[in-house]
């Protein structure tokens, strides 16, 4: 069965850093593009980064550029989020979210995991 | 930035057809995705490729994508199916999401 599990969530000041992780198991690890998508309470999806299965390719959005950072290791079948500047405002859930590519222009994703909550508050 | 834009809401009365619909600029030219959230629950992958049906999917669950416009459309809607819905669309190696709409089953 095709899975991801994140962890690494919890409570932290504002200012302060988390590392969020998620297993994957099931498929190759190595031949998917991986996503952090996280969910503000109340609110809708927000994209946060993608890395490829190299690792070559990474992509952020504008609102976590320069703080956060996304890494993989392929021979650990794990995903990682290092979140670093924390703000009141990136409060949410977070989502690992396996990649795929239909075509030139088309990515979506295929398989969640149940999320891990980050809450930073003082 | 590329922008997607949803209906907050859509209501349907059971065994009705919903259609739920996601504009952005000249999204007809890109791939549209759409994605179910139930309350308290991980959102799951109804249609990729503007089109296609993951397995697993109902085929009452269909989407098209033509012009400005892509279109989740749910034929003889259950209760079941009463959640949040998303649409989703790969612009300049970025993802970007619509603002969801809850579909009300009624």
């Known amino acids: 069965e095709v899975q991801m599990v994140e962890s690494g969530g919890g409570l932290v000041k504002p200012g302060g850093s988390l590392r969020l992780s998620c297993a994957a198991s099931?498929?190759?690890?190595?031949?998917?593009?991986m996503d952090w998508v996280r969910q503000a309470p109340g609110r809708g999806l927000e994209w946060v980064s993608s890395i490829s299965g190299s690792s070559r390719y990474i992509n952020y959005a504008d609102s976590v550029k320069g703080r956060f950072t996304i890494s993989r290791d392929n021979a650990k079948n794990s995903l990682y989020l290092q979140m670093n500047s924390l703000r009141a405002e990136d409060t949410a859930v977070y989502y690992c979210?396996?990649?795929?590519?239909?075509?030139?222009?088309?990515?979506?994703?295929?398989?969640w995991g149940k999320g891990t909550t980050v809450t930073v508050s003082s | 930035s590329y922008d997607l834009t949803q209906p907050p809401s859509v209501s349907v009365s059971p065994g009705q057809t919903a259609t739920i619909t996601c504009s952005g600029d000249k999204l007809g030219d890109k791939y549209a995705s759409w994605y179910q959230q139930r309350p308290g629950h991980s959102p799951v992958l109804v249609i990729s490729q503007n089109t296609k049906r993951p397995s697993g999917i109902p085929e009452r669950f269909s989407g098209s994508n033509s012009g400005n416009t892509a279109t989740l459309t749910i034929s003889g809607t259950q209760a079941m199916d009463e959640a949040d819905y998303y649409c989703q669309a790969w612009d300049s190696s970025t993802v970007v999401f619509g603002g969801g709409t809850t579909l009300t089953v009624l």
């Open positions: 979210a396996r990649g795929g590519f239909g075509g030139i222009g088309d990515y979506y994703m295929d398989v």
């Open positions: 099931g498929f190759t690890f190595s031949s998917y593009s």
